[in-house]
């Protein structure tokens, strides 16, 4: 079991005909290629968040100043007194949850990416092995439409 186990993990040697050796070599760069891409958007994520916590400890109070001034010209009672405390903290709640929107969406690229290159890294090898070669369109086309989006948010947001 652990003999047949191993066979299947160790790689095969393949016959180096006429352009093989290029073509796996090439199938292996974009593998790397495509775990750099999602490297480089969890670095961004990871920065998007540390970016948003030092601007809440240094705006803090400027912020909390604005969303109490906001919320008393929006609700004020008939007796014109000020919001609850609870209130207050919703609308703050509510603006922190908007600033980590860019940051999900960056994360979900990354994994997103790490699993596409490793899917398609496999499926790659596979056909070449067979001897042809079907060409990605859905996958680059995908990460160019998130990373567009991923900019216009932190655009909208910064």
């Known amino acids: 079991m652990n003999r047949q186990l191993f066979r299947r993990l160790w790689p095969q040697p393949v016959a180096n005909n006429r352009s093989e050796l ?6 292996e760069r974009t593998f790397l290629s495509w ?3 999602g490297l480089a958007f ?17 705006n803090r109070k400027h912020r909390d100043e604005t969303a109490v001034a906001s919320i008393a010209s929006l609700e004020t009672n008939s007796e014109g007194k000020l ?6 903290n919703k609308s703050i709640l509510l603006e922190y949850a908007n600033d980590h929107v860019a940051s999900r969406v960056c994360q979900a690229i990354s994994i997103w990416s790490f699993g596409y290159s490793l899917a ?4 790659t090898r596979r056909n070449l092995l067979l001897g042809r070669y079907v060409p990605s369109i859905w996958g680059p086309v995908i990460v160019t439409l998130g990373s567009l989006g991923v900019f216009g948010m932190t ?4």
């Open 120 to 123: 398609r890294y496999t499926s």
């Open 83 to 88: 919001p609850s405390r609870q209130t207050q």
């Open 22 to 27: 290029r073509d796996h070599q090439a199938n």
């Open 42 to 58: 969890a670095a961004m994520s990871l920065a998007l968040t540390r970016l948003d916590i030092i601007d809440n400890i240094f």
């Open 155 to 158: 655009l909208k947001l910064g």
């Open 35 to 37: 775990n750099r891409f």
